[in-house]
């Protein structure tokens, strides 16, 4: 996977200010980036959709394609076991899947390649011109690539989080856990509160 350009950009992003990294995440801190910062796609049933749509949920952004080998199922298997090792908190974590290949993923193939991994995981997709939009704002990089009588598709193995608030904060590298994943996850959604003796050097 061509994964280089982004990862630059991504440690571009992480030099932000020390206050802005103070959690101590195995991903990507990327609070205050500017990728993105929203999508404008379309749900299954044709309805538009947004991140706005997820206030109130911390999203898993994936980028990827239904008949992907590998990168793509280990990335959304992962996401099943990081919302089974959230336990109750897993329902408040919302996994979207976008696809870079809307030439073979309709939306009842992808609406099925979801509910093989968790019914509540969403599928969405745009023409090629939306995709292209979309992948572009999320530093994204995907191209056709031949094999054989048909193609398959060379895509950015990464995976981008929201909290609550519609913020992005964090980026997931391929290579992270589902242990890993969900401490993560863990933190943004109940940060820890500064000790009384941070508080009286900085009061």
Do not use: W
């Amino acid at each position: 996977m061509q994964r280089r350009t982004l990862l630059t950009a991504l440690a571009a992003a992480a030099a932000l200010p020390l206050a802005a990294h103070a959690a101590p995440y195995t991903g990507i801190d990327i609070t205050g980036s500017s990728i993105g910062p929203d999508f404008r796609l379309f749900y299954g049933d044709g309805k538009p959709a947004s991140l706005q749509d997820f206030k109130g949920k911390y999203v898993l952004l994936f980028f990827g394609f239904t008949q992907c080998p590998d990168v793509c199922p280990t990335a959304l298997s992962r996401a099943v076991e990081i919302k089974k090792l959230l336990g109750a908190d897993g329902n408040k974590m919302q996994v979207l899947f976008v696809t870079v290949d809307p030439e073979r993923d309709t939306a009842a193939l992808l609406a099925e390649y979801m509910r093989a991994f968790d019914p509540g995981f969403i599928g969405l997709r745009g023409d090629a011109a939306q995709t292209a939009k979309a992948a572009k704002d999320f530093k994204i990089f995907y191209s056709k690539v031949p094999s054989g009588s048909s193609y398959t598709m060379d895509h950015t193995a990464i995976t981008y989080v929201f909290d609550a608030t519609g913020k992005i904060r964090l980026a997931f590298k391929h290579e992270q856990t589902a242990q890993q994943c969900a401490a993560d996850l863990r933190q943004l959604m109940q940060p820890k509160k500064a000790t009384s003796f941070l508080k009286g050097l900085f009061s």
